[in-house]
């Protein structure tokens, strides 16, 4: 895709109005898109030079505009990533000391989620779906004996977990393992699950956090397992995958019991440190009290990068994924510039790293945040305007949580349309904790929203369009068609949403009562 060839065609290709009366016009947002979505970009994959060159043009932004560094160094929070590879892989099945070796590929699949011990030697225990919440009253680990042991679980969640209920429990669920003195995990999916999905993605190389920060240290084995070979497993236990994934089917409660084989796993994991950074750019408030409290407004600066080429085309450019994030807070911080009165509360602009491999840029700040962790009053976050209809509606993922929600809709109100917690965009609440940045700062119980354009009703139709074609492929290019009308409407409500929180002198909080407030430390 050649630079002016794009600029060309996304001018002929825009729908919607291009001169928009009020601050923002979306052209100058797209601009910045135009080039941290270029071909010289090559995608913005962690750890290349392309990425590097995406922020190395967000600071050169930040600092024409003002803003002070806020990273360790400069603008730079380095961030500790490894590369995380199997080179060698082998298990077995172990029945009254007969060892039954595993086809991988076929009958189960090594990952690269945790490194594989050089030795594994446990007992197999099945753990239902493997959760515990208290607050329901169900605990699939109740009464059982678990140490040293590696847990085999199905997919599902029993009839009464719901909600954020189901989202936190599966999101921790290695954490609780782990505590419950487990050494390894198999996991069977779904019959109708693509099993060669399975055995060729998940052996990929994979980025991960070092140290403390892996969510899988301490994770000798995570294993998958074909369901079609599940006889292997509980042959001799009364139980069938037949009636096990019945009843998941209808989330009942699921047995626990031992299974009559061990597992015997021998693998070679190698971890190859990888250079990135988050660009934290500080613009100090102007209230004495308040300037010492930090609102982040984020967006993730990386791309998925070179991949597999669709139509000759190999470079997932990234541009409304998520270039278009990040150059709307370009855009916000520009504006901020040109008004004379600076916001009451310090604002931190956050350009996460490596969001793209499981948010870990943004998992990485909240554990070292560049100011005191109290200071930090909440997460305004943007990943995807999605400009291809009309602004009509403000989707916010966390709207109902807290305070934040209440400015999210004084923000929409002000451009005369409704905010809604966007239930039609995303699962809810799932996406809350799982899909962007904001989920660590939830964790860390910091009030956060995500503000993205809504698709309500017959809109919808074409989000799902959009999502399945270009989403996550080399179309998502800054050649596309895209509303300006809309970026510029989208600007206002953030701009309106961040200054909200800024000068509001009451710091944000969770609703009382809010699932989510359980995190504040």
Known sequence: MNLKLALGACVLGTIGTAAQQGRFDGQSLWRHVEVLAADNMEGRGTGTAGLERAEAYVVEQVKRAGLKPAGVNGYFQPVTLAKREVVDCRAALVHDGRVSPLALGEEAACTTFSDIAATVDAPLVFLGYGLQVPEKGYDDFAGLDLKGKIAVTIPGVPDGVDGPFAADATAKRWDVFRKAGLVGWVFMPAPNAQWASFTVSDLEPRLHLTGDLDETHDEQIFLYFNPAHASKLFDGTGHSAEELFGLARNRKPLPHFTLPVSLRAAARTVNTPVQSSNVIAKLEGSDRQLRNQYLVVSAHIDGLGIGDPANGDAIYNGAFDNASGVAAL?????????????????????????????????????????????????????????????????????????????????????????????????????????????????????????????????????????????????????????????????????????????NDPRRPEWKPDSFYKRYVR
């Not at 009451?344 to 990485?364: C, D, N, P, V």
């Not at 809109?459 to 989403?471: E, F, G, I, P, S």
Request: hydrophobic share 45%.
């Open 330 to 502: 370009l855009d916000i911080i520009a504006e901020l510039k040109r008004e004379s009165a600076r916001p009451k509360r310090s604002i931190l602009f956050s350009f996460f790293t490596a969001e793209e491999h499981g948010l870990l840029g943004s998992k990485y700040f909240v554990a070292h945040p560049p100011v005191d962790p109290h200071s930090i009053v909440a997460d305004v976050n943007v990943d995807i305007v999605h400009a291809i209809v009309p602004l009509k509606q403000a989707a916010v993922i966390g709207l109902e949580e807290s305070d934040l929600g209440d400015a999210a809709r004084r923000a929409a109100a002000l451009q005369s349309i409704p905010a809604d917690a966007a239930r039609e965009t995303h699962p809810y609440p799932a996406a809350f904790t799982s899909t962007s940045d904001q989920a660590a700062f939830v964790f860390a119980g910091i009030p956060a929203v995500k503000l993205m354009v809504g698709f309500p009703g017959e809109l919808a139709a074409q989000l799902t369009d959009h999502r399945r074609k270009v989403h996550h492929t080399p179309s998502d290019d800054p050649r596309q068609r895209v509303n300006f009308g809309t970026l510029a409407k989208y600007e206002e409500v953030l701009r309106a949403l961040v200054l909200d929180v800024a």
